[in-house]
């Protein structure tokens, strides 16, 4: 079934991840039997971080096209370190050949991996908002994670949540927890505020919860989300 709707829009090629190549290798075994026709499958390679982990929504640690610039910057910027070569190759225009310095850079130590992902953000944001986009983000990024207080809500990524939703959603939706399982330990640890208000599992999204803001550890600036009701 994984691959019948290749048969039912008569599918010429398919693109997709390499964690599909199975499903979409019998959508061409089916197209070929019921089309009498070949369907090419063109497979590419998954972002993921060095443990292997994928970004992207499942994972809540994904960006998107919407984004605005400053929240793209952090957004990346919440990502590991290693994944920079790899994000770099899959995520820029940048050529290979500067990709695999970099990878060497960072390697040997040349190149630090905070400042290696601060150049990933830039250049990722440049391509697609432009360059003075990018340094206005980096800007405020570094404005903002330079310091603990004063802290201007409006300028927090914005998480979109719906009435009734679980804080553990929320947390992983937002990018604040890696895994609904880190969510729960952040929540058992007491880790987690909505507007100053240690919150637990309990704790659902309502009518009351646009403008809040919810907050996971230390008070710095990538650790808050501004809820807004979707």
Known sequence: ?????????????EVGGSDQIFNMLVGSTLVKRHKGHQKFVIAGDLLVD???KKIGKTEGNMITLTDTPLDMFHRIMMWGDGITPHALELCSTLPMDQVKQIADDLKTGKLSGLDGKLF????????????????????AYHS????????DKESFIKAPVQVGQSIVDVLVESGLAT?????????????????????????TANADSQGAVLQVG???HQNHRLLKLA
């Open 1 to 13: 079934m994984q691959g019948w709707d290749s048969v039912c829009m008569d599918v010429d090629i």
């Open 50 to 52: 060095p443990s292997g």
């Open 120 to 139: 990933l953000a830039k250049t990722i944001v440049t391509d697609l908002h432009g360059s003075d986009a990018a340094a206005t983000a980096q800007a």
């Open 144 to 151: 903002l994670t330079d310091k603990d207080k004063g802290l």
């Open 179 to 203: 895994s609904r399982t880190n969510a729960r330990q952040l929540l058992a640890g007491n880790g987690v505020r909505v507007n100053e208000q240690t919150v637990d599992e309990q704790w």
């Open 218 to 220: 230390k008070k710095k």
